[in-house]
């Protein structure tokens, strides 16, 4: 691990441990109401297969499937405390860089200018469908340890911007997510708030 990487788990760990604090206590919850509960399932359609949605044709999780007399929810977890801290950027050796804003695990935005009108999405896109799988461990026993959503790109001039759920996924894929972007194409970027939940 990097000293980079270090201070970047010290932001973003009481993000994460606040937002899976909050998962575990809903499905606490649900366990006493005598619910039957799945953490983090995949999105189905109606054929009972993973839904593979949108411009990256990618899948989704729902934070929590519950099952209670006859009836099947899947009820989303928004943490609503914000934790405050100073942005901080990280540059990657190719040059592109990200600054890091406040912002709650499971609603980010990511804003990217970009150098060309149409970005390789592929690095990006391959850096979600491997942390959407499960990694079950240490960090989160109870939990896939996976991201959750990655939403559309939506063009606002010369900026493109991505929604992203980040829902149990371990801090690494942070880094992870700054080396997929590097290859984009991208300038820069930054990661913030998002302006509403989905």
Request: hydrophobic share 45%; aromatic share 8%.
């Amino acid at each position: 691990m990097t000293v980079a990487d270090r201070r970047l788990d010290d932001v973003l760990a009481p993000l994460r441990d606040l937002h899976l604090a909050d998962m575990l206590e809903h499905i606490a919850r649900a366990l006493d109401a005598g619910a039957r509960v799945l953490p983090e399932p995949w999105r189905r359609g109606p054929d009972g297969k993973v839904l593979r949605e949108g411009f990256l044709h990618l899948p989704a999780r729902h934070d929590l499937e519950v099952a209670r007399a006859g009836r099947v929810l899947h009820p989303r977890v928004d943490t609503r405390l914000e934790i405050g801290f100073d942005a901080i950027e990280t540059p990657d050796s190719s040059g592109f860089s990200l600054a890091i804003h406040p912002f709650q695990w499971q609603a980010a935005e990511l804003v990217l200018e970009t150098r060309q009108r149409m970005p390789n999405w592929t690095p990006l896109r391959l850096w979600f469908l491997e942390f959407v799988q499960s990694n079950y461990g240490e960090e989160a026993p109870d939990l896939h340890g996976a991201l959750h959503k990655l939403g559309d790109p939506e063009r606002r001039g010369a900026r493109i911007s991505f929604r992203i759920d980040f829902g149990s996924a371990p801090l690494r894929c942070v880094p992870a997510l700054i080396e997929a972007l590097a290859q984009t194409g991208a300038a820069r970027g930054r990661l913030q708030a998002a302006a509403d939940t989905w």
